[in-house]
């Protein structure tokens, strides 16, 4: 059974400050990994969607990259902002032999960037 | 383009009663998945549903279904709900055949059982 783990749960920092955040999963059999981020009460916001034969996706400030073969993935915030504070999610998608569609998502990291 | 639209967006109903929860996908896309978030559980996968069919099925009991109509739109019903019930309601919609694409959340539901 595939389970996700973040870490850490929550991190609070000052603005501009550059940060990083870990996924990691123990079924290395994935297809892909998704990161999200959510804003209170909200839905879930795709940031970066990275294949299983990728090593990293960026979009802006934000870098993801993925180690399969360790069951790992890091989201690299660049310059961080107040408007960056949010739960971030990583949810796995199992590859095409097991699974079929369903994601595993992690158990978040809460960001809070100071002014 | 549209996204992924979830109505109601809040409801609150009593312990016992039922719910229909609506999804409707962004165009083009024919996969509805459901989930759960609680803050105790997190996110948990319901099912998902391609051409009107439920292709899986995660781990809840019978009182949770759902189906697909023939434009894509998904509902999910919760019956005899139960306080442990309340939770956000996560629809999100792909394409069946692309594992490569990524998935879109909608807005969710909020549901509070009393």
């Known amino acids: 059974k595939q389970e996700v783990t973040q870490i850490p749960a929550a991190l609070s920092v000052p603005e501009g400050e550059n940060l990083v955040l870990n996924c990691s999963f123990t079924?290395?059999?994935?297809?892909?990994l998704q990161w999200f981020r959510q804003d209170p009460g909200k839905g879930l916001t795709s940031l970066l969607l990275?294949?299983?034969?990728?090593r990293e996706q960026t979009s802006g400030r934000l870098n993801a990259s993925l180690d399969k073969s360790s069951g790992r993935s890091t989201l690299y915030i660049a310059a961080s902002q107040p408007g960056d504070s949010a739960t971030y999610l990583c949810?796995?998608?199992?590859?095409?032999?097991?699974?079929?569609?369903?994601?595993?998502f992690g158990t978040g990291t809460q960001l809070k960037v100071e002014l | 383009k549209a996204g992924v639209t979830q109505t109601p967006r809040y409801l609150i109903k009593t312990r016992g009663q039922q719910v229909t929860l609506s999804c409707s996908p962004i165009s083009g896309h024919r996969s509805v998945s459901w989930y759960q978030q609680t803050p105790g559980q997190g996110l948990q996968f319901l099912f998902e549903?391609?051409?009107?069919?439920?292709?899986n099925k995660g781990n809840f009991p019978g009182r949770f279904s759902g189906r697909q109509f023939s434009n894509s739109r998904s509902e999910m019903n919760v019956s005899t709900l139960e306080l442990g019930d309340s939770a956000l309601y996560l629809c999100?919609?792909?394409?069946?055949?692309?594992?490569?694409?990524?998935?879109?959340f909608g807005s969710g539901t909020r549901l509070t059982v009393v």
């Open positions: 999100a919609s792909s394409f069946f055949d692309r594992p490569d694409y990524g998935y879109t």
């Open positions: 549903y391609f051409s009107e069919t439920q292709r």
């Open positions: 949810a796995v998608r199992p590859g095409l032999t097991g699974g079929g569609n369903k994601l595993t």
């Open positions: 079924d290395s059999a994935i297809y892909n």
């Open positions: 990275i294949q299983s034969s990728q």
